[in-house]
């Protein structure tokens, strides 16, 4: 009933720019916050940078600075435009939404909880 779609991501030497987008697909009614996490080789997952809707912005501490979150409601996009790139930041970007309220053909409003994008790649060369 819902797919959140990522693109961008590439590669980049050390020191460079990217971004990566998200848009949520299907009859969407809203998504409360929306956010980025990414997972390197051999850790775990973790959160990157996270938008509620009419919300502040939260990040973690390693992208402070160099990272900017940012949302379109009325799209249902996410977009996430990283700076200041490090070999650190090297990892799989994933699209996330905590909670998705949308509406079944048949009218009804339903929810689900924890959507995940495919992920997109980001390599930063040093």
């Known amino acids: 009933q819902v797919q959140l779609v990522e693109s961008g991501g590439g590669l980049v030497q050390a020191g460079g720019s990217l971004s990566v987008s998200c848009a949520a697909s299907?009859?969407?009614?809203?998504?409360?916050?929306m956010g980025w996490y990414r997972q390197a080789p051999g850790k775990q997952r973790e959160l990157v940078a996270a938008?509620?809707?009419?919300?502040?912005?939260r990040y973690t501490d390693s992208v402070k600075g160099r990272f900017t979150i940012s949302r379109d409601n009325a799209k249902n996009t996410v977009q996430l435009q990283m700076n200041s790139l490090k070999p650190e930041d090297t990892a799989i970007y994933y699209c996330?939404?905590?909670?998705?309220?949308?509406?079944?053909?048949?009218?009804?409003?339903?929810?689900?909880?924890?959507?995940w994008g495919q992920g997109t790649q980001v390599t930063v060369s040093s």
């Open positions: 938008l509620p809707s009419g919300g502040s912005t």
């Open positions: 996330n939404a905590d909670r998705v309220f949308y509406y079944t053909y048949s009218g009804e409003l339903r929810n689900e909880y924890n959507v």
């Open positions: 299907g009859r969407i009614h809203s998504i409360p916050t």
